[in-house]
C-alpha cells in the first residue's frame, strides 16, 4: 500500500476549480509537515504549499497566493489542496509529501511522496 496517494486531478477550464485530495496511509498524518508540489512538463518540480505541523504556519508560493488552500483533516488521515481560478499555468503533475524534520520556512526532510495526480487547464 502507498503512503501517499493523491486524488481530484482532471481537466478544468480557466477560471475554474479543483480541489486534491492526498490519504496517507501505514502512518499517522498528525506529526508531519505537509506539502503539495507540481511538476509541469519540462519545468522543474516547485513548491506549491506547505502546511508546518510544529504551529501550523502556512507557506504559498506567491503565483498561487489567494487562489489554492491547503488543508489537513487528522481525523481522516487526509490533506487537501483547494485550488481556485485556475489558470493554464496551473497545468501540471500535483504531488502530496509529508516530512516529519523541519518547517515550510527552513526546510523539510520528506520521508513520503505521491505519484502525483494530473491537473490540466485548457478551454
Known amino acids: 500500500q502507498l503512503p501517499l496517494v493523491e486524488s481530484g486531478g482532471g481537466l478544468v477550464q480557466p477560471g475554474g476549480s479543483l480541489n486534491l485530495s492526498c490519504v496517507a496511509s501505514g502512518f499517522s498524518l498528525d506529526f508531519y509537515t505537509i506539502s503539495w508540489f507540481r511538476q509541469a512538463p519540462g519545468k522543474e518540480r516547485e513548491g506549491v504549499t506547505c502546511l508546518s505541523n510544529s504551529d501550523g504556519s502556512t507557506y504559498y508560493r506567491s503565483s498561487v497566493k489567494g487562489r489554492f488552500t491547503v488543508t489537513r483533516d487528522n481525523d481522516k488521515n487526509t490533506m487537501f489542496l483547494e485550488m481556485n481560478n485556475l489558470q493554464p499555468e496551473d497545468t501540471a503533475v500535483y504531488s502530496c509529501?509529508?516530512?516529519?524534520?523541519?518547517?515550510?520556512?527552513?526546510?523539510?526532510?520528506?520521508?513520503?511522496w505521491g505519484q502525483g495526480t494530473q491537473v490540466t487547464v485548457s478551454s
Open positions: 509529501a509529508a516530512g516529519r524534520n523541519g518547517d515550510c520556512w527552513n526546510g523539510v526532510e520528506y520521508d513520503y
